[in-house]
Structures are given as structure tokens and as C-alpha cells.
Nanobody
Framework: QVQLVESGGGLAQPGGSLRLSCAASGFTFASYPMSWARQAPGKGLEWVSGIDRDGSDTYYADSVRGRFTISRDNAKNRVYLRMNSLKPEDTALYYC???????????????????WGHGTQVTVSS
């Protein structure tokens, strides 16, 4: 069965960095686009970043562009999110998500994703 397990969250100071990792299993990882999304306390789920099947194209929400970097290692079945210049408003539960099929164009539609991990908590505070 499909499993997505996030790790790497924690407490960071404003301006600091964290690297999230998502370990995938139960499907042919290299065949599917992947994304990260987050949910802040009291708010809805927000798409953060996406990456195509071979990692050649990446996509970002305006709120994180220039600060976050998504990458993947198809040999290790992992997708990563490097988060720099963290802000208190980045505090959220971060989820890894598998696309249901090839995505053309817009990676931000949450309905494009059929499996989600349980999330890893990121807290940015001094």
C-alpha cells in the first residue's frame, strides 16, 4: 500500500532553516509528481511546492518562492523541502502528497493528489 512518511520538522528561530524529508513506498515513485502542502493552526490546507517526475521542473507558492527549495531523489524514493529564511507565519503541519496522475500546468490544486502523509510539525519562534 502507498505510504508517505514525513520527517525533519521541529522548532526553528526566525531566519533559520529546516529540511523536510518524505519517504515514499508502495508505488513507482519516479512515475508521479509530488508536492508539499501545509496547514497552519486555524487555517485551511495550503499548497506549498511541487516537483515533476524527474525533478526537472519545480513550482512554488508565492509565499515561499525564493526561500524554499523542493527536490527529489528517485533512487531513494524521497522528496525533500529545504526551508530557509523561516518566518513565524511558516509555522504549520507540513504534508507530503503524491499526485494521482501526470499534472499538466497547475500543481497547486489539492484535488490532484490522492495520497497524503501524516505530516511533520514546523514551528518558527524565537
Amino acid at each position: 500500500q502507498v505510504q508517505l512518511v514525513e520527517s525533519g520538522g521541529g522548532l526553528a528561530q526566525p531566519g533559520g532553516s529546516l529540511r523536510l524529508s518524505c519517504a515514499a513506498s508502495g508505488f513507482t515513485f519516479a512515475s508521479y509528481p509530488m508536492s508539499w502542502a501545509r496547514q497552519a493552526p486555524g487555517k485551511g490546507l495550503e499548497w506549498v511546492s511541487g516537483i515533476d517526475r524527474d525533478g526537472s521542473d519545480t513550482y512554488y507558492a508565492d509565499s515561499v518562492r525564493g526561500r524554499f527549495t523542493i527536490s527529489r531523489d528517485n533512487a531513494k524514493n524521497r522528496v525533500y523541502l529545504r526551508m530557509n529564511s523561516l518566518k513565524p507565519e511558516d509555522t504549520a503541519l507540513y504534508y507530503c502528497a503524491k499526485a494521482g496522475a501526470f499534472i499538466i500546468g497547475d500543481y497547486s490544486g489539492l484535488a490532484e493528489y490522492d495520497y497524503w502523509g501524516h505530516g511533520t510539525q514546523v514551528t518558527v519562534s524565537s
